[in-house]
């Protein structure tokens, strides 16, 4: 297994599409060096929600999220339009039921077209009177140069984001479901670009534990682009490549360990094994990987002791 940091330019182009659990999962401890055991499970039970189910209400538990609605709401940005934008977008999910119950063929039909078709309308009526209200924060100790950068990558980001809403709502119009979802998923992706610029400083402190005070820390968002390579042996096939997001405001210290052993190396040609298990007490959940060769794990250079990290989970 080989990763890579991503360009700037590359995480702007970049898409991927993974189950909400998943998503969250990577930000929790999934791709640690030295992966720690236990998820918290999707429930209402104990002190709160945990996991995948805090970013979700009542009315959401029943349906995955999407990728980029799990980024959104752990997204330190409190601006109302700037969420009122993400609910409009989400709303569209009213057509996926249809498109993505493996036993029905049937299309969406004409209450959630007209009901995309509005939220789309809505959104680009958001976004042309309260547009500056998303304009990108400046922090005191930026150079001109970086607020410079800062507001063109804004602009730019927003134009898109516009067209997109615009190209779902003439989807909507047209009744192309694939385009639809297609640009509703453009959509989400931008708007957390659009977040990312708003948000002026990192929403919680730094750990004081001396165990964890010097453990690399991500306090933002960087993407790792993932090439898998297949072994000698029977199995057939060439492997794969995806995008990876590591979020740091939901979890710091996995992100930049994780970041961290990409920028050193550790990953490239590092060696797993994996197993297809299924998720369900019934057994007819949706297949996930297991498994892995982490072993001895990363060792520290600065401590000579090998890297652990507690478990974060986001509440």
């Known amino acids: 297994a080989m990763a890579a940091a991503d360009d700037e330019a590359s995480r702007r182009d ?32 104990g002190r709160g929600k945990q996991g995948p189910a805090a970013l979700t209400n009542d009315a959401e538990d029943e349906q995955a999220l999407l990728p980029a609605s799990v980024l959104l709401r752990t997204l330190p940005v409190r601006d109302r339009y700037f969420r009122r934008l993400q609910e409009l977008l989400e709303e569209v999910n009213v057509l996926r039921p249809e498109a993505e119950d493996s036993g029905a063929a049937a299309a969406p039909g004409e209450q959630a077209w007209t009901a995309t078709e509005t939220a789309a309308a809505e959104a680009l009526e958001v976004l042309g009177r309260h547009r500056s209200n998303l304009s990108p924060a400046f922090r005191g100790n930026d150079t001109v140069d970086v607020v410079i950068s800062r507001a063109e990558q804004s602009e730019k980001d927003l134009a898109d984001f516009r067209a997109a809403v615009a190209g779902l709502r003439n989807a909507a119009r047209a009744r192309d479901l694939d385009a639809a979802l297609r640009e509703q998923g453009r959509a989400l992706l ?11 400083d990192f929403p919680f402190p730094p750990p004081k534990d001396t165990d964890l005070e010097n453990l690399p820390q991500l ?11 297949r072994g000698p042996g029977p199995a057939k096939g060439k492997g794969a490549n995806f995008t ?3 979020d740091g405001y939901a979890a710091p210290l996995t992100a930049g360990n994780v970041l961290d052993l990409v920028m050193r190396n550790f990953y490239r040609g590092l060696g ?43 509440r």
């Open 244 to 246: 990876v997001v590591l």
């Open 14 to 45: 970049a898409v991927l599409r993974l189950g909400a659990g998943a998503a969250l999962g990577l930000g929790l401890g999934a791709a640690n060096a030295n992966a720690l055991e236990g998820m918290p499970a999707k429930g209402k039970g």
């Open 190 to 200: 931008l708007l957390n670009y659009v977040g990312e610029l708003m948000v002026r």
């Open 272 to 314: 797993f094994n994996y197993t297809l298990a299924s998720v369900g007490d019934d057994g007819t959940g949706v297949p996930v990987s297991l498994g892995g060769i982490y072993d001895p794990g990363f060792v520290d250079p600065i401590s000579g002791r090998l890297r652990l990290l507690p478990l974060e989970v986001l």
């Open 219 to 229: 306090r933002g968002r960087a993407t790792v682009r993932v090439v898998l390579k």
